[in-house]
């Protein structure tokens, strides 16, 4: 899927997102809201962003395991750190638990911040329903 934002802004919504898509974003002074709260799974596992002179914000679960890459020139990129601890069952042994499909992938985060931001929120999928 391809998002592309100038002079504007979009909103995607990952509960249209196919499983197991690639999502390429550009916010070229304009701003992009990436929402993966409910994608279906499996989860996706690869994002590239690309903010210039824009921004842009990814909303993932609050257990989502996230892994950043790429740089900022005069921009900035952050990770909001978990709001709850990983399961126990994460802490099973690789060989034990290879049976079990409902393991998610990291979600890999290729950001390029150039005059911008990029930036990962953690989110529960009620919390807009209390808010």
Known sequence: MLSVAIFGGNKVDGSRIDPGERVVALALFGGIDLDFVSA????????MVVAV????????RPEQDVKMSGFSLFG???VEPRKQPPSAASAVPASLSDDDDTSELPL????YAIF?????KREDELEDDNA
């Open 40 to 47: 279906p799974p499996p989860p996706l596992t690869e994002v």
């Open 53 to 60: 002179f824009g921004g842009a914000t990814l909303k993932v």
């Open 76 to 78: 900035g990129r952050s």
């Open 108 to 111: 890999d985060v290729t950001a």
């Open 116 to 120: 911008g931001g990029v930036s990962v």
